[in-house]
């Protein structure tokens, strides 16, 4: 059994993302110490920018009329979700960057949806039913009643594709006012921000126990 793991915050110390992503994978190996935990960082090793379009092209493009670039890209697209599809569970963490997701998130995905497995229009769904983990975190406050209620175009983005167009069993764990730390401005939330916190990680351990005893169970 394997855990497939996404990063793609840019921060490295003091990204919650990564932090609360821990917390679960920690959970998981508790019950799978000897089972594969298959880490892709986007934050550290990025997708090139214009792979999408080469490999998107090469979908129109018979196969024998393909140039090496466009081959290249759809062998890339078949392993980035490849590393989806063979993963029991998948964790992935994306911050909350300028109201969306960042580019390199936006290229990861454009890639697993030109993939061969992923193609819309296909006839099989391997991704349905997978337990798929959205782990969020926002610099603000974007809840009801908020000023920024709405803004947040990234989780409503991920939820439609990993759950309505790939299938998948998504569950998302969000954590807001993590920039109350750094922003001078929202010193006066600072305590709220770290309880925040504190029950992010929390519900990741819980979220990683659940995800390790279920995929167990049905693999018995």
């Given at each position: 059994m394997s855990l497939f793991r996404l990063d793609s915050s840019i921060r490295f110390e003091g990204s919650v993302t990564r932090?609360?992503?821990?917390s679960l994978e920690r959970a998981w190996?508790?019950?799978h110490p000897d089972d594969a935990v298959v880490h892709r960082d986007l934050g550290?090793?990025?997708?090139?920018?214009?792979?999408?379009?080469?490999?998107?092209t090469?979908?129109?493009?018979?196969?024998?009329?393909?140039?090496?670039?466009?081959?290249?890209?759809?062998?890339?697209?078949?392993?980035?979700?490849?590393e989806l599809i063979s993963a029991d569970a998948a964790v992935i963490g994306v911050p909350l960057y300028n109201f969306g997701i960042s580019q390199h998130v936006k290229v990861w995905i454009d890639m697993l949806i030109a993939s061969p497995q992923l193609r819309p229009g296909g006839t099989d769904a391997p991704l349905e039913g997978k337990p798929?983990?959205?782990?969020?975190?926002?610099?603000?406050?974007?809840?009801?009643?908020?000023?920024?209620d709405?803004?947040?175009?990234?989780?409503?983005y991920l939820r439609r594709i990993f759950g309505d167009v790939f299938q998948a069993d998504v569950q998302v764990l969000e954590c807001e006012l993590t920039l109350a730390d750094i922003n001078p401005a929202m010193a006066e939330l600072r305590d709220t921000?770290?309880?925040l916190r504190v029950q992010a990680n929390e519900r990741a351990v819980e979220t990683g126990r659940a995800l390790a005893q279920r995929v167990a169970a049905r693999a018995a």
């Open positions: 932090e609360v992503a821990d190996v508790e019950h550290a090793d990025p997708l090139p920018a214009d792979v999408w379009a080469t490999a998107a090469a979908g129109f493009t018979p196969e024998d009329q393909q140039t090496p670039e466009q081959r290249a890209a759809v062998a890339l697209a078949t392993q980035l979700a490849d798929i983990s959205l782990v969020i975190a926002r610099g603000g406050g974007y809840g009801p009643g908020t000023p920024r709405g803004w947040d175009h990234a989780t409503p921000a770290a309880a």
